[in-house]
C-alpha cells in the first residue's frame, strides 16, 4: 500500500485485523513509503493484537546497536507484538549505491550484526570484536518484551 498519512495508514492496520490478518509488514527501503519504525508504531497502536515487522529489516541501512534497540522498544511498545525478520536487504544496485554499500562486504557484516543484535537482545553487556563491529562492555536497552529470535 502507498499510504502515506497517518489516518490512510492506521485505517489499513485496523482493516487488516478485522479481516482475520494477524501481522502487518512492509519493507525497509528508501523509496516512496513512510518509516517503518515509527509507521509500525502507529499500526501497533491502532490495533489490539496485530503483529509487526519488516520485510526484511535491511543490515545495510541500520547499525545493529541502533536496530536491536529500536526493535526491542516496538517490542516493548506493542506489547510483545514485533516479527523481527532482519536480512541482507534488496538487491537494488542503485538503493545501494546511493547509500555508498560495497556488495563483497554485505555477508560478512550481515553475519556480524546479527551476533550483535542477539547479544545486545540476550546480554546485560555487550562484548563482541569483529570486522564491522566492536563493542566492550556495552550495555544496551530496553531488551524486549517476549523472548525474540531474529527470522533470517
Known amino acids: 500500500s502507498k499510504a502515506s498519512s497517518q ?7 485496523k482493516t487488516a485485523e478485522s479481516h482475520g490478518f494477524n501481522s502487518l509488514t512492509m519493507p525497509d527501503h528508501f ?16 490495533t489490539k493484537n496485530l503483529r509487526i515487522g519488516a520485510l526484511v529489516w535491511d543490515n545495510d541501512y541500520k547499525h545493529p546497536v541502533v536496530l536491536a534497540k529500536e526493535l526491542a522498544t516496538l517490542d516493548r511498545m506493542s506489547n510483545g507484538r514485533l516479527l523481527p525478520a ?3 536487504g534488496v538487491a537494488d544496485v542503485h538503493e ?13 557484516m550481515f553475519n556480524e550484526a546479527l551476533a550483535v543484535v542477539r547479544s545486545c537482545w540476550m546480554d546485560d553487556e555487550v562484548t563482541f570484536h569483529g570486522e564491522f563491529y566492536n563493542y566492550d562492555n556495552l550495555r544496551v536497552n530496553p531488551k ?6 531474529l527470522y533470517t
Not at 7 to 13: G, N, S, Y
Not at 96 to 108: I, L, M, P
Not at 144 to 149: D, H, V, W
Open 31 to 46: 523509496t516512496d513509503q513512510l518509516a517503518p519504525v515509527p509507521a509500525l508504531m502507529a499500526a501497533a497502536n491502532a
Open 86 to 88: 532482519f536480512g541482507l
Open 7 to 13: 489516518k490512510e495508514w492506521t485505517e489499513l492496520a
Open 144 to 149: 524486549p518484551k517476549q523472548q525474540l529470535e
Open 96 to 108: 545501494q549505491q546511493a547509500f555508498g554499500v560495497e556488495r563483497t562486504k554485505r555477508a560478512k
